[in-house]
């Protein structure tokens, strides 16, 4: 691969100094590459996945089960992108089966961006099983993430989520909205 200055030392986008492996709520967007619509497609205000957005959902799903500090709260799989809550939790386990979990996983937590990692590696992997694409990109390099500071602000994002889909067609991820640079129009 030929040196490229510009994709090669990006500025970091995350807070510097803060450690995204503490305990605390996180909002991430992850979005398909070129922001292409292949999740599925929002009828009547409700998303409606196909097979591709089934396997991200599931693979998303398997995060929380996977590993024992991961909480999902509220999240959406959208035509080409995934919104989601995702807490890190201090509790080390309930009871014998997520110590067991615990032992069995690692003895360090990842931090968000591996975890985030961890998802479209699976995801991707599965996806690409299904069309025949063996390490072909389906997620967009990176994502975005908030830290949930407060109440007011989980809750604010809680129903940015859960309304998304309602919100579709206005939403800047949408292929036709004007500030989509991968707008084809």
Not at 58 to 84: F, I, R, S
Not at 93 to 112: C, E, N
Not at 139 to 145: A, F, T
Request: charged share 25%; glycine share 8%; aromatic share 10%.
């Amino acid at each position: 691969m030929k040196y490229d200055a510009a994709r090669h030392h990006r500025r970091s986008i995350r807070l510097k100094g803060y450690d995204y492996a503490q305990a605390g709520a996180y909002f991430v967007t992850i979005c398909v590459q070129g922001r292409e619509c292949v999740l599925g497609k929002v009828v009547d205000g409700q998303m409606r996945l196909n097979d591709w957005g089934r396997v991200a959902e599931e693979c998303w799903m398997w995060l929380g089960d996977q590993y024992p500090y991961v909480v999902l709260d509220t999240w959406a799989v959208m035509p080409n992108h995934l919104h989601g809550i995702i807490v890190l939790d201090d509790r080390k386990g309930d009871s014998r089966i997520a110590l067991t979990r615990i032992a069995l996983t690692t003895d360090k937590r990842k931090p968000l961006g591996r975890l985030v990692g961890v998802f479209k590696t699976v995801s991707t992997k599965r996806i690409n099983e299904m069309r025949g694409t063996p390490g072909a990109v389906f997620w967009q390099r990176n994502y975005w993430e908030h830290v949930i500071r407060n109440d007011a602000d989980l809750a604010r994002i809680r129903a940015y989520i859960q309304n998304n889909p309602a919100r579709w067609t206005g939403d800047q991820l949408h292929p036709d909205a004007p500030s989509n640079k991968y707008n084809r129009g």
